[in-house]
Each structure stands twice: as structure tokens, then as C-alpha cells.
């Protein structure tokens, strides 16, 4: 079954509403990851996290907020949604470099 | 900014064997080459990596030049699963800030049968 899971699948949403992203991941790795993907980009790294109660920031994580509240669980919280975080969102949890993905969350922010 | 440089796409044909390239002339020695693939719809997968020799698992065989500034990426026998988006990136494991991945736009593979 998987290890990696994620929150809902699809997601509609208001401007200015909030939303809040799930990941959850059986594979007991300290490290998870949130990135973003856009049509034409590569991933893009968001915010991370080492541990329960840790999070950094990635490379681009202006609007968002990262919650890690247990080993196996890490959100991402948009508090006001914008069109342009209009993505699709993938979850990561990983051992040194070897990541293992989640499904991903197609977000539509109107 | 990107350290590595990969054609933006490359067509094959089922049962060939495919040498995806990879360039990286100022990898550092404590860097890794991973490989990761992804098809629509999904998220990445892991393929292989490597320091300085060659490795080969399930899925490919990774070979490395002696100088490590190149690397190419090898799928014997393709199959229309392999028809992915291939990405080359270098990680150092150091942890810390290192742990993220770097993707840029890889190498899209179309396999025809």
C-alpha cells in the first residue's frame, strides 16, 4: 500500500479562503517535504521539515505555512489563498536523498 | 541557477536500449548524481544514484564518466512504462539545507511501439 499520502486529491478554493494541504507517510523518515509543480516547471521546493515540531523554508515559501505535528504527519497551510497558488502540490518524506512522493493535490484557487 | 544540463527530449522506440545524458561539469566531490523520473499525473520516482562508479539496479544502469562531469542515465529494453520525464540532479548528503531536491525541467522520453 502506500506510504505517502496526501489530502484531499482535488481542491477548490476561494480567494482569500484557507486551505490547508495533508500529507501523512508510513515510512518513519525524519525529513518531508512539500514542493509545488506549475505546466512547463520542474518541482519547486516549498518547505521542509527534519522532525516532529521542525520546519524550514524552501526555495519559494512566501504565502505559505508548514505544520509538523508528528513523525508522520505535515500540512501546508495557505491562510489566504491566492490564483496563484493555483498547482499542483506534491508531499515528499525521505531518507538522505531517496525521496518517496505522494500522489499529489491538484489546488484551484478562483 | 542549474548545475546540470539535459536535453529537453528524446524518442525511442520499444525493446531499444536508451542512453539519457546528463552534464554537470562543476559537480562538486561531495556531491551525488540522482536520478528521478515522472509521468503525468504523478509524482517522481526515484530511479538510481551514485557518487563515482558505475551502478546498476532493477531499473537502469547509471554510468558515470571518469571525471565525473557527465553521467548518462542507461534503460535496456524500454517499454511504454518507461515513457517519463527523466531528471538528473546532484545532492551532496551532508543533511541540513542539502536535503532538498532540485528539480529542473529534465529530459522528456517518448518510447513509440
Known amino acids: 500500500e502506500a506510504a505517502v499520502t496526501q489530502s484531499p486529491r482535488n481542491k477548490v478554493a476561494v480567494t482569500g479562503g484557507k486551505v490547508t494541504l495533508s500529507c501523512n507517510q508510513t515510512?518513519?523518515?525524519?525529513?518531508m517535504y512539500w514542493y509545488r509543480q506549475d505546466t512547463g516547471h520542474g518541482l519547486r521546493l516549498i518547505h521542509y521539515?527534519?522532525?516532529?515540531?521542525?520546519?524550514e523554508k524552501g526555495d519559494i515559501p512566501d504565502g505559505y505555512k508548514a505544520s509538523r505535528p508528528s513523525q508522520e504527519n505535515f500540512s501546508l497551510i495557505l491562510e489566504l489563498a491566492t490564483p496563484s497558488q493555483t498547482s499542483v502540490y506534491f508531499c515528499a518524506s525521505g531518507l538522505n536523498a531517496e525521496q518517496f512522493f505522494g500522489p499529489g493535490t491538484r489546488l484551484t484557487v478562483l | 541557477d542549474a548545475k546540470t544540463t539535459q536535453p529537453d527530449s528524446m524518442e525511442s522506440t520499444e525493446g531499444e536500449t536508451v542512453h539519457l545524458p546528463c552534464s554537470h561539469a562543476?559537480?562538486?566531490?561531495?556531491?551525488?548524481i540522482y536520478w528521478y523520473r515522472q509521468v503525468p499525473l504523478q509524482g517522481p520516482e526515484y530511479v538510481t544514484h551514485g557518487l563515482q562508479q558505475n551502478t546498476t539496479n532493477s531499473m537502469a544502469f547509471l554510468a558515470i564518466a571518469s571525471d565525473r562531469k557527465s553521467s548518462t542515465l542507461i534503460l535496456p529494453h524500454v517499454s511504454l512504462r518507461d515513457a517519463a520525464v527523466y531528471h538528473c540532479?546532484?545532492?551532496?548528503?551532508?543533511?541540513?539545507?542539502?536535503?532538498?531536491?532540485?528539480f529542473g525541467k529534465g529530459t522528456k522520453l517518448s518510447v513509440k511501439s
Open positions: 562543476t559537480i562538486s566531490g561531495n556531491e551525488y
Open positions: 515510512n518513519n523518515h525524519n525529513n
Open positions: 521539515s527534519y522532525g516532529a515540531g521542525s520546519t
Open positions: 540532479i546532484l545532492r551532496a548528503l551532508s543533511g541540513g539545507s542539502n536535503a532538498k531536491l532540485t
